[in-house]
């Protein structure tokens, strides 16, 4: 349940509540008027917190704290989380070894640091007459990139376009 949904202190219509105090004891089926009061007495707040079970579940506590934890938790999580996105490298059929060197480096690092590697490899003019060309480089791209990454859609020609994708093998 997300902090919007829970209703706090007046925002309780239903009575009664059953009651659990802030030490997390149960204290029983209460009046709601009775139980924001005894909430209000210890200086914190009564927060409803399963509203759908009948009589509706209320906990005395300091709703400030209780969001601030939660925002926390959830900035930790997604500090955790990584999402992985997809980098692309363009080459073309005639490439020399250095120019395909230099594109295959900045491929391991991105398979290393968890990326998937789009591969697409152009063809101008009268080069779409040599498809075969476009495809050998690729070929080489994958025994270069073999202990490092797995295939995740192969070689796929699209018009004037070749593409491959490579996805980093989970350790």
């Not at 500090?79 to 230099?102: A, L, S």
């Not at 101008?124 to 075969?132: A, F, K, L, S, V």
């Amino acid at each position: 349940m997300s902090q919007e949904d829970l209703r706090v202190n007046e925002r309780i219509r239903i009575s009664p509540v059953r009651l659990i105090d802030e030490t997390g004891e149960q204290v029983g089926i209460v009046p709601t008027d009775e139980a924001r009061a005894m909430a209000a007495e210890q200086g914190l707040d009564l927060v409803e917190v399963a509203p759908n079970s009948r009589p509706p579940v209320c906990r005395i506590m300091d709703y400030g704290k209780y969001k601030y934890e939660q925002a926390r938790k959830n900035r930790e999580a997604k500090k955790k989380q990584h999402t992985v996105t997809v980098k692309e490298i363009k080459m073309r059929p005639k490439i020399e070894t250095h120019d395909f060197d230099f594109k295959l480096r900045h491929a391991r690092r991105f398979l290393e640091e968890g990326d998937k590697v789009k591969f697409t490899l152009r063809f101008r003019g009268r080069e779409m007459t040599h498809p075969e060309l476009g495809e050998r480089v690729l070929t080489r791209v994958k025994q270069e990139l073999a202990e490092l990454a797995t295939i995740e859609s192969d070689v796929k020609r699209e018009g004037r376009q070749i593409t491959m994708l490579m996805a980093p093998r989970s350790m």
